[in-house]
């Protein structure tokens, strides 16, 4: 899905998504570099789907830039707070291969896990989005068995707290009837629903298996702010092959932006 | 998996599970006969498990004998309380045919909902079991749009009360390191994990489809009391093929006591 291409300044690079739909200006480093998490976020859109979308921490801009190139009507509000990050969101709309896209994305500066006046002060207004989506940071030695049980359990809880604060925010930035869409780790999935049903409801799971017969690495969450249908849970998403380690169909239609995660 | 025979009292029938393995002796009203949820569950106790099983609202016996049959070493306590259950369940226990299996079976009257000093003394004893296996009731009409929204609302509080008091009653009664499964809804599948987690670790969610390409009608929650491991999402079970409609492979395996659900 990506196709990478040294730019100028060797600290960052400019890469191709969805068959040249987009490029993102990204740093070098291996640990901030936009991949298929973001890109499986953002085809939790629907299919020309119209609206405010707000990507809430939004990176170099890849999750919202594949909904801009996918949703011909949708606008885009790229949210972020890491400087570097920032960097790379709004060199990725500057870019001219993204022009056509650029006109409908917008950067803010803002820290997700503001709540209240705080928020609302840094340009993330009550009810101000039809569709909000989150990839949300989480610490990655949280999920491996340590040596350090402590410091492993203080990593889960500041990712579970990191979590509350995004949905909680997601919360309140959805307009009634809008829609929600977060990916996250499996062992989240009670967190993320938990913290999801009180506003939201019609919540759709569908979990990311690395293979047909592996336990998910991830799931997306779906759901509607005040619809009262209950929670459901889709068949998986599986991402490569048994025999090659391709991506399969699917992954490589919904990764490359031709087709939506949950079907519409 | 179920081949029917009319028993001499027309009320009930006596019918075999597991290609004969063992027989249940049920009503003959369609609504209280056991099927293929019972055999789901009891599949999520690992095979060549010895020890103490506990089948909470055992039914008939359906979940306890599958387990028996499955695990020659398992001792298992049907746990029921409605009067014609309870008849059914030592009917089943009495019938010549399950005699190889009915010496490592028993049945106890009790409320499983009793919490505390009232659980005790019904003899559900705090960490008696090794396992604890439960298929709680649930109104079926709670999960269909309703007419009357207020009515479906009742029913859907009357389901969640319902299942955190038999949960709150499975953790208390299996023993440090032992297992609980639980087959329920996927509406419930927060409610579940929610009520295990303080108590259970290395939860395990295995959905249930009814094709490769259709929503979870079941899921499968399996944990383990004190373990520290995180929630996971294992690949769907899918009962039916597409072709022709018939059980796939693994369910069949599954559902006629050839396989264990989670591979262990």
Redesign the interface.
């Known amino acids: 899905m990506v196709t990478g291409s040294e730019a100028g300044d060797a600290a960052y690079t400019t890469d191709a998504f969805h068959r040249g739909r987009f490029f993102l200006v990204q740093p070098a480093r291996k640990g901030h570099r936009a991949g298929t998490d973001a890109l499986l976020l953002a085809a939790a859109v629907p299919d020309g789907f119209s609206g405010r979308v707000a990507d809430l921490g939004a990176g170099a801009g890849a999750a919202g830039l594949a909904v801009a190139a996918r949703c011909g009507q949708a606008e885009i509000v790229l949210v972020e707070n890491a400087p570097e990050m920032l960097h790379c969101a709004r060199a990725t709309l500057a870019l001219p291969q993204n022009a056509p896209l650029a006109a409908r994305c917008a950067v803010l500066e803002a820290d997700v896990r503001l709540a209240g006046d705080a928020r609302r002060a840094a340009g993330l207004a009550d009810a101000a989005f039809d569709f909000v989506i989150l990839n949300p940071p989480f610490n990655p030695a949280s999920?491996r068995p340590s040596p350090d049980?402590l410091r492993r359990r203080a990593h889960?809880m500041e990712d579970a707290a990191l979590l509350g604060d995004w949905l909680a925010t997601a919360a309140s930035t959805v307009k009634p009837g809008g829609g929600v869409a977060i990916i996250a780790r499996?062992?989240?999935?009670?967190e993320v629903?938990?913290a999801l049903?009180p506003t939201f409801g019609a919540i759709?799971?569908r979990?990311i298996?690395p293979r047909?017969?592996?336990?998910?690495i991830r799931?997306v969450a779906r759901g509607r702010r005040g619809a009262?249908a209950?929670?459901?849970?889709?068949?998986?998403l599986v991402l490569h092959r048994e025999e090659d380690n391709r991506f399969t169909e699917e992954a490589e239609a919904i990764g490359s932006g031709r087709a939506a995660l949950f079907g519409d």
Not at 230 to 236: A, E, F, I
């Open positions: 999920d049980a889960m499996p062992q989240s999935l009670d629903v938990s049903s759709e799971i979990p298996l047909a017969d592996k336990p998910a799931f009262s209950g929670l459901s849970t889709l068949p998986p």
